[in-house]
């Protein structure tokens, strides 16, 4: 197992940072590129291990996928809808639970027998949640333990559209009947509840699908045809928002994050965080690729306790695990609630990042559907040597506690670090840039 060692830092943080491209919208541009048709030409594609096996995944569909420069460009050469292969084995995503549920919606309106996997962690995660909906479509779809994990196998399915109110917020279920909806005869409709990050929408629509959002409805045309785009893919704010946490637990620090996506679906960090006494402000303020986009600047203040639930949690729900730590930072006691989806990410990430806090000294209570912190008020993390680091978590997880050690009273080895790649290949580069540019 890999450590990251990460020391408390001695004095404030003075940075300007680029973040990792957004590796939501990374994935779909793969995806939504290898269906179109001509060549998608993708600037500032995210190179994580998540991202590369959607890419290779396509690449053993036949989608003919080049890349210079280290990922800088990446050209799709696509050949339209009806245009992938037979693979020739088993499709693996990995840690991927965004590629195996949007592939699944993709595959099932396909001529061929596709078979997907992926690794001790994604063969655990819930599959009825698109198994069910896509089934309903006339899709093929069969899953281990009574179609509910992975491995998941589709055989060819003639698909219809339907009307389908979401039982749960997610946009990787929502994506995945999106992507069924534009080869299924018929329209599709999806009501959600509360809305989910709408990179998949914003994308068909850019690439020229017709597709009516509106509020918590969308409506997807029958049977569609995509055209190739010139794609940049802005900064991810789940990624920014390590560095954000960072800048908000040590007083008297300032950061500028340069091109992050603000999409007001992903961007409830930014209101939570601003509710509790961090100064975000967004300047240069435009689009790229159908996608907001601002530079933050961001400076530490007083941080003060904070309720999160409901309608708010699908717009920050990769971001809880270092809200969580930013909340043990804060004076009083902060709460999440309706956040039982924590329970079904990577790792159970309720019970995890109470395992976590135990550890960093702080009093935190699991509840079925979120935590209840009681924050430090401004004191370093006291490490607690008689816990133990949890044995299963994540790359959010691992990013977190390597946060959080910034302001501990001891140097922490982070173990399980090599998880951090799968989103974020470059955070120990740039935490190293933060531990020496201190001042
Ligand atoms: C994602 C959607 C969210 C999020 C995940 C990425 C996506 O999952 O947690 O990291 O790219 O669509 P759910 O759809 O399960 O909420």
Known sequence: MKQLNVSPLKNIIKITLSVPPDKSISHRAII??????????????LASEDCLN????????????????????????????HSLIEPKNILNC?????????????????????????????????????IEPLTLMGAKLFGREHNTKVPVVITPGILHGISYEMPISSAQVKSAIMLAGIQAKGETKIIEKEKSRDHTERMLSAFGAKIKSDKNEI??????????????????????????????????SEMVLQKVSVNPTRAGIITVLKKM?????????????GEPIADLFISSGDLTAAEVKGSNIPLLIDEIPI?????????????????????FKE????????????????EVTELEDGLEIIGLGGEPFKIDHSIEWPRHFDHRIAMSIAIAALKANEPIQIPGAE???????????????????VV
């Open 54 to 81: 959607t890419l290779k995944i396509m690449q053993q569909l036949g989608v003919e996928i080049s890349s210079y420069n280290n990922f800088e460009t990446v050209t799709v050469y696509g050949k339209g809808l």
């Open 347 to 362: 790792s159970d990430r309720i019970k995890t990042m109470v395992q976590v806090l135990r550890k960093l000294g702080i």
């Open 94 to 130: 990995g840690n991927s639970g965004t590629t195996i549920r949007l592939l699944c919606g993709l595959l099932s309106g396909q001529s061929f027998l596709s078979v997907l996997t992926g690794d001790d962690s994604l063969i655990t995660r819930p599959m009825e949640r698109v």
């Open 277 to 289: 006494g961090v100064k975000i402000e967004s300047t240069n303020k435009k689009e790229a690729s």
């Open 323 to 343: 809200l969580c730590i930013v909340m043990a930072q804060a004076k009083g006691k902060s709460i999440i609630k309706d956040a039982r989806e924590l329970r």
């Open 219 to 252: 409506i997807i045309g029958s049977e569609q045809s995509l055209e190739a785009q010139s794609l940049c893919i802005p900064g991810d704010i789940s990624s920014a928002a390590f560095f954000i946490a960072a800048c908000a637990i040590i007083p008297g």
């Open 419 to 437: 998880w951090i790649s799968t989103s974020f290949p470059n955070f120990e580069k740039l935490i190293n840039q933060i531990q020496m540019a």
């Open 32 to 45: 939504i590129g290898s269906i179109a048709n001509g060549r998608t030409e993708i600037k500032n594609l």
